[in-house]
């Protein structure tokens, strides 16, 4: 069965419908792309499969498991443990250093600091990013910072990873450079990737692509 599943998702801001309907599955290890025009609640359904955003009805499975039924701390314990996230931008302590910033999830999980610390170098320099790893992140380039925001979606070894326009910031060289290396480590690691793009060469990375449209889920073949 699928690894994470959202069933007939509906949500609603207020007024404003952000899923009518969604539904997906994404399996152990695929990497499935969220395409479609901006507000067509792309963003949602992530958050939604992530147990950050609650739907008003449907239900979300990650294995056995229905996130509705489990407690804020359960969900919470789930994001930390088997979920990584790179966003955007502003995802990085600004006041810690890059190695610190990776090592940060692992400290959270209640990784000793010397060996966070290893894991978090380790981590940057299968990145290529090592030589930052003193530097904070307003001394680094925005493919540089972008790096090592996704070894830090990726040093707690999640079985899923959630990224939303992670190069979005980005020129294009450096966007497919970053989308390149994420899709290596994840496909290293067995990871997931669910990836919010509107961007064809980046949704080109993934194994699957995904139209949102209206908060509907259409998929494409191929
Ligand atoms: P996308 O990621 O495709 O751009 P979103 O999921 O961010 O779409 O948004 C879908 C719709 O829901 C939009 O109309 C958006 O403005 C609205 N929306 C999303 N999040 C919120 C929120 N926290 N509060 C109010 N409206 C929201
Ligand atoms: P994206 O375009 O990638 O969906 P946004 O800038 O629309 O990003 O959203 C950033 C954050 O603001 C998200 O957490 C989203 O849930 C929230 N958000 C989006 N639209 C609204 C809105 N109309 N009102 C309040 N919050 C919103």
Redesign the pocket.
């Known amino acids: 069965g699928a690894l994470l599943a959202a069933i007939e998702l509906h949500k609603r801001?207020?007024a404003?419908p952000?899923l009518d309907g969604a539904s997906l599955r994404v399996d152990a290890g695929e990497i499935v792309a969220l395409m479609?025009?901006?507000?067509?609640?792309?963003?949602?359904?992530l958050h939604c499969l992530a147990g950050i955003v609650g739907p008003d009805a449907g239900e979300v499975h990650y294995g056995t498991r229905r996130l509705s039924a489990m407690s804020e701390a359960g969900r919470s314990a789930l994001r930390r443990g088997e979920f990584g996230f790179v966003f955007q931008f502003g995802q990085l302590v600004p006041e810690l250093t890059c190695a610190e910033n990776v090592a940060l999830p692992l400290r959270l999980g209640g990784v000793g600091r010397r060996a966070a610390r290893e894991r978090a170098h380790a981590q940057l320099a299968r990145l290529g990013v090592d030589d930052v790893a003193g530097k904070r992140p307003g001394e680094v380039s925005g493919g540089q910072g972008q790096r090592v925001a996704v070894a830090r979606a990726l040093v707690s070894e999640p079985r899923v990873i959630f990224a939303d326009e992670p190069t979005g910031a980005l020129d294009s060289l450096n966007g497919e450079e970053v989308m390149r290396l994420l899709t290596e480590a994840a496909r290293t690691a067995a990871a997931a990737v669910v990836l919010?793009t509107h961007d064809a060469r980046v949704a080109a990375y993934s194994d699957r692509e995904v139209v949102?449209r209206d908060g509907r889920t259409r998929s494409l073949a191929g």
């Open positions: 801001f207020g404003t952000a479609g025009p901006s507000g067509s609640g792309k963003s949602t359904l919010v949102v």
